[in-house]
């Protein structure tokens, strides 16, 4: 009220926002807002040097880019405002004028004492950002009733903006102080008033950009997150444009319209990173960032229905996010903000990654966005990189001497560098004939382990970049011999080609699996690496987790999280354990495939895991199946790739004749060794035995024929004893058969195995609750075989009632 009383009898500059369309002598009116002519300067702002005005051919003579003014010395526009916050924005389109080509410009950018861009390409950041024009937007608070603009070419160059927006804030848009990521629930002030933030992403998530004609106070535009998005197909689209309000006096913050609709979580099943509900940004290391992230629960309407954790930079920044309580109830709009600084920023690449959180028994554990943005935080009043380039200036030849200088000091260095490393590697390959000549004279034999390792890149990704990509723990070598008492073979629970696997305890008696790598094994060291690869990218209910890694003294150990009940093949046959029942057989399939399904589907390429087999299907304390083993998984093909061409690896029996024949992977190769699985679990028998008759040695070809005569029911795993549908049987062995197609174009997806497995489950499920007895399941077991021709297939004693209950429940299911 004071500052409207002020400004209605004219005791302060009304600070109403300024909109100036630069190099043209008249006003313009587009969506809604008065464009003012920068040729006649108001009262409200002016230019102290004209430079050029360029007017290019636009199709539409109403076009805010159809003019330009360009400056070859320095320039300033003066804004005379009221004290406060403001969004200042600059318009840059690349036109060609005369003898001033965009592609030859460079300049900095100066408001009042921040540089907002330095030594500044348009044309260079436009086709990065595939753009046709660019609006540089930065945040600051104007402490005295000037705003300065300054514009200044480099040397040689010109400078050139088509329009400026000066836009106050009277609300506190930003407020002190803010969760910092990795801090431990720590706070920092943002101290705006010193450094000011420059808008680096501003995204609508879930729907198509907002054009800033629609951000009715602020003019912001809004952008759309598809092309940030690490995996668009991870998530759907939710919206509710009914009754949206704010959870407290916000309306600034953002739109309404940003808060009606959201992205949501496809596959509740996935509980980490880069493959759900995942963003990937470009950014500069070297600064601090602002993340504000926008919610509003459009679904819930009550607590705890929707709890999930936010990932930034692969750092928890919050957990138990519950939207619904944080904002105080259904079609609440609210806001968090999280300071991420430099020191997290280990790339260039910025991840925001939302993931459920299970732990507190909330009764959906998908997440939800409606909006991000990522704000840029200046460093010594700079958001430029002014400091890794030279600077030449505007001086003359003072600026090019002191260039020259520049320049002979970094030749003058390089060469002296290249000297000494010339000298370290003749010392180097010197010492190392010297070594070779005593090994030959004593006949030693070096040792074979730190020969591999020599081979490896894990050499060299101790504490380069290899390593720091990795999201697991590295673990000293002292903590492993504790956790196994020092590799004690009692602690033994598995061994494989890569060498042995012990159960041992880390902190708090938390037991693990840990690999250790055997020094003979030259596969050994290409498989730990690209296990440590894909592990560190991939998190779901259904893939074994890695908890870490151990690469010192030349070993190469992997530390997993423990699957207490062992591998599905151990409880199908070859040990003591009680047998599965055909609920849990089922359950495990369906298990392994939906972990199989995330990796085919989970990432741009997919990833195709390569050893699908009983041994590396796993089963926790609640035989919940995950799949293992990483070792030989490869990134699938490109969109404009039907396979990729590889060396055959995998386990014999398992193996997709098609892939042994080419050498040609696709993901139809998994599909190929999973339906060696689904026999292998129903038969439960060896997929090799070579001391049965020649026409059941293999698994694949002994029990395909069986399931063509529609007589599977035949060599059904007798510890069953009948207790199964006969229909999910059924449907069971037809999905296993299509897996075996010889060609892969005929076989089915993983997804597509995965919905009939889950829909045999509901035929076995549906089975039991209609009342079928055991007795009835062990006599429809035992019935004879009925001659069809050259066939023989079983009595089909389906009940139209079952099948139409469970058609019924699968398409529910699938809705």
């Known amino acids: 009220m004071i500052i409207y009383f002020?400004?209605?009898?004219?005791?302060?500059?009304?600070?109403?926002?300024?909109?100036?369309?630069?190099?043209?002598?008249?006003?313009?009116e587009i969506n809604g807002r008065t464009w003012i002519g920068d040729t006649n300067p108001t009262r409200d702002f002016t230019l102290n040097s004209p430079g050029i005005v360029g007017v290019g051919e636009a199709k539409n003579n109403t076009s805010l880019y159809r003019a330009v003014r360009i400056f070859n010395t320095t320039a300033n526009y003066n804004f005379s405002l009221v004290s406060g916050t403001y969004y200042v924005r600059l318009h840059f389109f690349p036109l060609s004028f005369s003898k001033f080509n965009p592609n030859e410009s460079s300049f900095d950018v100066n408001v009042n004492s921040l540089k907002l861009v330095s030594h500044f390409n348009i044309t260079e950041e436009i086709s990065l950002k595939n753009?046709?024009?660019?609006?540089?937007?930065?945040?600051?608070?104007?402490?005295?009733?000037?705003?300065?603009?300054?514009?200044?070419?480099?040397?040689?160059?010109?400078?050139?903006?088509?329009?400026?927006?000066v836009v106050p804030v009277f609300n506190r848009l930003f407020v002190d102080p803010v969760s910092r990521v990795g801090g431990n629930g720590l706070r920092d002030d943002l101290n705006l008033g010193e450094?000011?933030?420059?808008?680096?992403?501003?995204?609508?998530?879930?729907?198509?950009?907002?054009?800033?004609?629609?951000?009715?106070?602020?003019?912001?535009?809004?952008?759309?997150?598809?092309?940030?998005?690490?995996?668009?197909?991870?998530?759907?689209?939710?919206?509710?444009?009914?009754?949206?309000?704010?959870?407290?006096?916000?309306?600034?913050?953002?739109?309404?319209?940003?808060?009606?609709?959201?992205?949501?979580?496809?596959?509740?099943?996935?509980?980490?990173?880069?493959?759900?509900?995942?963003?990937?940004?470009?950014?500069?290391?070297?600064?601090?960032?602002?993340?504000?992230?926008?919610f509003c629960e459009l679904y819930y309407e009550k607590?705890?229905?929707?709890?999930?954790?936010?990932?930034?930079?692969?750092?928890?920044?919050?957990?138990?996010?519950?939207?619904?309580?944080?904002?105080?109830g259904k079609n609440k709009a609210y806001h968090e903000d999280y300071l991420v600084d430099s020191d997290l920023q280990q790339s260039d690449t910025l991840w925001l990654q939302l993931g459920p959180d299970s732990s507190n028994g909330a009764s959906s554990t998908d997440a939800l966005l409606n909006g991000l943005e990522i704000f840029k935080l200046s460093k010594n009043?700079?958001?430029?990189?002014?400091?890794?380039?030279?600077?030449?200036?505007?001086?003359?030849?003072?600026?090019?001497?002191?260039?020259?200088?520049?320049?002979?000091?970094?030749?003058?260095?390089?060469?002296?560098?290249?000297?000494?490393?010339?000298?370290?590697?003749?010392?180097?390959?010197?010492?190392?004939?010297?070594?070779?000549?005593?090994?030959n004279v004593h006949g030693l034999i070096g040792n074979t382990m730190n020969a591999k390792a020599q081979k490896s890149p894990l050499c060299f990704a101790a504490n380069g970049s290899n390593a720091s990509s990795r999201t697991g723990r590295r673990f000293t070598i002292s903590e492993i011999r504790v956790a196994t008492e020092n590799f004690d073979e009692?602690?033994?629970?598995?061994?494989?080609?890569?060498?042995?696997?012990?159960?041992?305890?880390?902190?708090?008696?938390?037991?693990?699996?840990i690999k250790r790598a055997n020094p003979e094994s030259e596969q050994g060291i290409v498989e730990f690496e690209t296990e440590i690869e894909m592990l560190s990218?991939?998190?779901?209910?259904?893939?074994?987790?890695?908890?870490?890694?151990?690469?010192?003294?030349?070993?190469?150990?992997?530390?997993?999280?423990?699957?207490?009940?062992?591998?599905?093949?151990?409880?199908?046959?070859?040990?003591?354990?009680?047998?599965?029942?055909?609920?849990?057989?089922?359950?495990?399939?369906?298990?392994?495939?939906?972990?199989?399904?995330?990796?085919?589907?989970?990432?741009?390429?997919?990833?195709?895991?390569?050893?699908?087999?009983?041994?590396?299907?796993?089963?926790?304390?609640?035989?919940?199946?995950?799949?293992?083993?990483?070792?030989?998984?490869?990134?699938?093909?490109?969109?404009?790739?039907?396979?990729?061409?590889?060396?055959?690896?995998?386990?014999?029996?398992?193996?997709?004749?098609?892939?042994?024949?080419?050498?040609?992977?696709?993901?139809?190769?998994?599909?190929?060794?999973?339906?060696?699985?689904?026999?292998?679990?129903?038969?439960?028998?060896?997929v090799i035995n070579p001391t049965l008759p020649k026409d059941e040695i293999n698994i694949a070809e002994w029990a395909i024929r069986w399931q063509r005569r529609r007589s599977l029911v035949t060599i059904v795993d007798t510890q069953l004893q009948g207790n199964y549908s006969l229909e999910s049987l059924k449907k069971f062995g037809e999905i296993a058969e299509k897996c075996l197609e010889d060609e892969a174009k005929n076989r089915p997806t993983m997804g597509e195995v995965l919905w009939h497995l889950e829909y045999a489950l509901q035929l076995h499920e549906t089975f039991i609750r209609n009342g079928y007895t055991e007795s009835f399941a062990a006599i429809a077991h035992g019935l004879p075989l009925i001659k069809e021709g050259d066939e023989e297939v079983s009595l089909d004693l389906s009940s139209s009632s079952i099948e139409h209950s469970a058609e019924t429940k699968a398409d529910e299911h699938e809705h």
Request: charged share 20%; net charge neutral.
């Open 131 to 165: 753009f046709t024009s660019l609006v540089k937007e930065c945040f600051l608070d104007v402490s005295s009733s000037q705003l300065v603009i300054g514009f200044v070419p480099i040397s040689g160059s010109f400078a050139f903006v088509n329009a400026i927006e």
């Open 537 to 686: 990218k991939l998190r779901h209910r259904h893939l074994v987790s890695m908890i870490g890694y151990c690469d010192e003294e030349n070993e190469m150990i992997l530390v997993y999280e423990y699957m207490a009940n062992g591998t599905l093949r151990s409880h199908l046959y070859g040990s003591n354990l009680p047998p599965l029942t055909w609920k849990q057989r089922l359950e495990a399939c369906i298990g392994a495939a939906r972990g199989l399904h995330y990796l085919h589907t989970g990432a741009d390429k997919g990833i195709i895991h390569r050893d699908v087999k009983t041994t590396n299907i796993l089963l926790d304390e609640n035989f919940i199946a995950k799949m293992s083993d990483f070792g030989l998984s490869k990134t699938g093909p490109g969109l404009d790739r039907t396979h990729v061409s590889t060396a055959v690896k995998g386990s014999f029996g398992y193996l997709d004749p098609e892939y042994f024949r080419r050498q040609q992977l696709t993901q139809k190769s998994d599909v190929y060794s999973f339906g060696v699985v689904l026999f292998e679990v129903v038969c439960a028998r060896p």
């Open 303 to 328: 607590p705890k229905q929707r709890m999930f954790k936010i990932y930034i930079n692969k750092k928890t920044a919050a957990e138990n996010f519950d939207v619904f309580v944080r904002a105080g």
């Open 6 to 28: 002020c400004r209605r009898f004219g005791l302060v500059q009304a600070a109403e926002p300024l909109f100036v369309d630069c190099g043209s002598n008249s006003s313009i």
């Open 195 to 294: 450094r000011g933030m420059e808008t680096i992403y501003r995204l609508n998530v879930g729907v198509p950009e907002l054009e800033s004609s629609e951000d009715h106070d602020l003019w912001r535009q809004w952008k759309s997150d598809e092309r940030f998005m690490f995996t668009l197909n991870a998530a759907s689209t939710q919206s509710n444009t009914s009754s949206i309000s704010y959870s407290s006096n916000e309306s600034h913050v953002a739109p309404v319209l940003i808060y009606e609709t959201a992205r949501v979580m496809i596959n509740n099943e996935v509980i980490e990173k880069k493959f759900n509900m995942s963003w990937k940004f470009s950014v500069d290391s070297s600064f601090d960032y602002l993340i504000r992230l926008h």
């Open 381 to 439: 009043g700079n958001f430029g990189q002014a400091s890794n380039k030279i600077d030449i200036g505007d001086g003359g030849s003072a600026g090019n001497k002191a260039r020259s200088k520049t320049l002979w000091l970094v030749i003058s260095a390089s060469i002296l560098s290249f000297l000494i490393l010339l000298s370290i590697c003749v010392a180097l390959v010197f010492c190392l004939c010297i070594h070779r000549k005593k090994d």
């Open 490 to 513: 009692s602690l033994i629970i598995g061994n494989g080609g890569f060498g042995k696997v012990y159960k041992g305890e880390i902190e708090e008696g938390t037991p693990v699996a």
